[in-house]
């Protein structure tokens, strides 16, 4: 199977699919490693790519959007202690399944977008920090480490070109909260993941108070085609600036989850219609369902109503212009049919069950929110219930160290702003008037990734 080609946005997703599509030999067959190869040969100095990728304007696709190379140049100039670059590979956030496809079906390009944003950031070591639950990703990025240390490309004098690099795949623990940077950082020490007070940021005291880069896979894997191809320019269409818009530049991921036909990980550039996405893609909505909501950009991310989806392009301003965020790109489609006071208690549960217990408005607010949607579904709420919970909400945002507690209080509001007649109702009839739709957000665990431990394919043997 391949993947789908859209407008011929192939930046991540170039290969055919199947189960010989990881190994280095494949991987070498499709111009693997050419590239760092030619970047270390000469054809970039660090400033060079460094500057090349600043151009490109690539944005973090982790879920912040802020651009790469902008963040690589906050980097001290002389530093004291060595640069380190962690990868970001803890995708926890629901409806977000796309840096896995990339590890476990293209691992080698992330490692070479590893040694080429080393090369243009000054450093020798790097770190992949992998969700634990990702059994089949570890697996798969230890052998394509393992071979690309056999093939020398990785290790000392890469090419003879006096560049080291190193790379190390660490396991986390399956916390949520670990995917935040400062919270990795810390894990990554081997403490308890609680992220840090910024400022400082990670590019001045980072792992073992070093500089560091903290960049999501996808970001990282990107780099290898903008080194090959060049920033390039949106108005003449070349290099990496072909696919996208001048302002969310380059092809995306997005992994598509709910009642569609098709659900899966696609490729497509920033600037491409919701509209296309769900219908030409994932083969539009299962027989016999509407759409009726959507969950753009990963669960943390404002839910919009049906018309407002079908007017999203999936690229940053036109998100933002909609009321919501592109996020990681987690996509997740809600059909006719589905309680959202529910869904909204779903996602309540889990941004709850993962607060770090740092700060008092996320430790005691996820928990307060989260009775309140609950009461609300089980109907035993009052009608001042939907106002007092959107002011704890509000209460909520922007006042902890990390954005764990908006990532709850956003979704809240947003649900209530635009389905407030269903949370009336529950009220009002004093019953959810749903059948429930979605399982018992107790019994779910992690993010929602289907648990794969069983799979004898999956298991990790380090
Ligand atoms: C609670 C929380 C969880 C996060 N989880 C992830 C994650 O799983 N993967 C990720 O790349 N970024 C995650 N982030 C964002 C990171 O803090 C950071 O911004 C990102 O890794 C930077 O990489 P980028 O610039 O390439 O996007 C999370 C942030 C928060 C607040
Ligand atoms: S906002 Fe929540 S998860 Fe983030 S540091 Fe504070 S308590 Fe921890």
Same mark, same amino acid.
């Given at each position: 199977?391949?993947?789908?080609?859209?407008?011929?946005?192939?930046?991540?997703?170039?290969?055919?699919?199947?189960?010989?599509?990881? +190994?280095? *030999?494949?991987?070498?067959?499709?111009?693997?490693?050419?590239?760092?190869?030619?970047?270390?040969?000469? /054809?970039?100095?660090?400033?060079?790519?460094?500057?090349?990728?600043?151009?490109?304007?690539?944005?973090?696709?982790?879920?912040?959007?802020? +651009?790469?190379?902008?963040?690589?140049?906050?980097?001290?100039? #002389?530093?004291?202690?060595?640069?380190?670059?962690?990868?970001?590979?803890?995708?926890?956030?629901?409806?977000?399944?796309?840096?896995?496809?990339?590890?476990?079906?293209?691992?080698?390009?992330?490692?070479?977008?590893?040694?080429?944003?080393?090369?243009?950031?000054?450093?020798?070591?790097?770190?992949?920090?992998?969700?634990?639950?990702?059994?089949?990703?570890?697996?798969?990025?230890?052998?394509? %480490?393992?071979? =690309?240390? =056999?093939?020398?490309?990785?290790?000392?004098?890469?090419?003879?070109?006096?560049?080291?690099?190193?790379?190390?795949?660490?396991?986390?623990?399956?916390?949520?909260?670990? &995917?935040?940077?400062?919270?990795?950082?810390?894990?990554?020490?081997?403490?308890?993941?609680?992220?840090?007070?910024?400022?400082?940021?990670? *590019?001045?005291?980072?792992?073992?108070?070093?500089?560091?880069?903290?960049?999501?896979?996808?970001?990282?894997?990107?780099?290898?085609?903008?080194?090959?191809?060049?920033?390039?320019?949106? %108005?003449?269409?070349?290099?990496?600036?072909?696919? &996208?818009?001048? /302002?969310? =530049?380059?092809?995306?991921?997005?992994?598509?989850?709910?009642?569609?036909?098709?659900?899966?990980?696609?490729?497509?550039?920033?600037?491409?219609?919701?509209?296309?996405?769900?219908? /030409?893609?994932?083969?539009?909505?299962?027989?016999?369902?509407?759409?009726?909501?959507?969950?753009?950009?990963?669960?943390?991310?404002?839910? %919009?109503?049906?018309?407002?989806?079908?007017?999203?392009?999936?690229?940053?301003?036109?998100?933002?212009?909609?009321?919501?965020?592109?996020?990681?790109?987690?996509?997740?489609?809600?059909?006719?049919?589905?309680?959202?006071?529910? *869904?909204?208690?779903?996602?309540?549960?889990?941004?709850?069950?993962?607060?770090?217990?740092?700060?008092?408005?996320?430790?005691?607010?996820?928990?307060?929110?989260?009775?309140?949607?609950?009461?609300?579904?089980?109907?035993?709420?009052?009608?001042?219930?939907?106002?007092?919970?959107?002011?704890?909400?509000?209460?909520?945002?922007?006042?902890?160290?990390?954005?764990?507690?908006? *990532?709850?209080?956003?979704?809240?509001?947003?649900?209530?702003?635009?389905?407030?007649?269903?949370?009336?109702?529950?009220?009002?009839?004093?019953?959810?008037?749903? #059948?429930?739709?979605? +399982?018992?957000?107790?019994?779910?665990?992690?993010?929602?990734? +289907?648990?794969?431990?069983?799979?004898?394919?999956?298991?990790?043997?380090?």
């Amino acid at each position: 199977m391949t993947y789908p080609i859209v407008d011929g946005a192939r930046v991540l997703l170039n290969f055919e699919r199947n189960t010989e599509s990881w +190994p280095l *030999a494949s991987y070498e067959s499709r111009h693997g490693y050419v590239t760092a190869k030619e970047a270390l040969g000469g /054809k970039y100095t660090p400033e060079a790519l460094l500057e090349e990728v600043k151009q490109s304007g690539l944005r973090g696709r982790g879920g912040a959007g802020f +651009p790469t190379g902008l963040k690589w140049s906050f980097l001290p100039r #002389d530093p004291e202690g060595p640069i380190t670059l962690v990868v970001n590979a803890d995708e926890s956030e629901p409806g977000t399944f796309k840096d896995r496809v990339v590890m476990e079906e293209n691992p080698h390009q992330l490692i070479e977008g590893c040694v080429l944003s080393c090369y243009a950031m000054g450093s020798n070591n790097c770190y992949i920090y992998i969700r634990g639950e990702y059994v089949g990703c570890l697996k798969r990025m230890h052998a394509a %480490v393992e071979e =690309a240390y =056999a093939a020398g490309h990785l290790g000392k004098n890469l090419y003879g070109s006096g560049f080291d690099c190193d790379i190390t795949v660490h396991s986390g623990a399956g916390a949520y909260i670990c &995917g935040e940077e400062t919270g990795l950082i810390e894990s990554l020490e081997g403490k308890k993941g609680q992220p840090r007070i910024k400022p400082p940021f990670p *590019a001045v005291y980072g792992v073992y108070g070093y500089p560091t880069i903290v960049n999501n896979v996808e970001s990282i894997a990107s780099v290898v085609y903008i080194a090959d191809q060049g920033a390039g320019a949106t %108005v003449d269409r070349t290099g990496y600036r072909r696919w &996208g818009t001048e /302002k969310s =530049a380059g092809t995306k991921l997005f992994s598509v989850s709910g009642p569609v036909k098709r659900p899966g990980v696609y490729e497509v550039p920033m600037g491409y219609p919701f509209a296309d996405l769900l219908n /030409k893609e994932c083969g539009g909505m299962l027989d016999g369902i509407a759409l009726k909501a959507l969950i753009v950009g990963g669960s943390s991310v404002p839910v %919009v109503d049906a018309d407002t989806a079908m007017q999203i392009t999936m690229d940053y301003e036109s998100c933002q212009e909609h009321g919501t965020l592109l996020g990681s790109g987690g996509v997740i489609v809600i059909g006719e049919g589905t309680c959202m006071v529910r *869904a909204l208690w779903v996602l309540l549960r889990f941004y709850h069950h993962e607060s770090c217990g740092q700060c008092t408005p996320c430790r005691e607010g996820t928990g307060w929110i989260e009775r309140i949607v609950h009461r609300i579904e089980h109907g035993h709420a009052s009608p001042n219930d939907i106002d007092e919970l959107y002011r704890i909400a509000d209460g909520m945002e922007l006042r902890t160290i990390c954005t764990l507690a908006d *990532a709850a209080a956003w979704p809240t509001k947003s649900f209530i702003d635009v389905f407030r007649s269903e949370f009336e109702e529950h009220i009002d009839k004093g019953c959810c008037p749903y #059948d429930n739709q979605f +399982p018992d957000p107790l019994n779910l665990r992690g993010g929602g990734v +289907p648990q794969r431990h069983d799979d004898p394919e999956h298991v990790f043997v380090p």
